[in-house]
């Protein structure tokens, strides 16, 4: 299994950051069928090949996920990705 650990710091009010993680996660569910949910201060999220969760935290955002077999192939694309949407949302 392959895996995604990105560390992201933000400036967004914690109302402001939970709003557009969630603008984020609405968008992955239509686009990729990913379920997802809030517990606390983390949204999780999964779906065939793929686990992982979206923390939180004064000022930084921590995104971990693990990557099934052929999703881990495509570590690189995805992990650019997440990282270019964090720039784009979260600065």
Known sequence: MSSIDIQHPHTLAPAKAR????????????????EYGWVGDTLNFSRSGVDGKIALQPNQLH???????????????????????????FK
């Open 63 to 89: 995104v971990s996920a693990q990557l099934g077999f052929l999703l881990g192939a495509l570590k690189g694309p995805i992990e650019s990705e997440i990282r270019r949407v964090l720039e784009e949302r």
């Open 19 to 34: 709003k557009a993680v969630e603008e984020v996660a609405k968008k992955l569910a239509e686009r990729f069928d990913v």
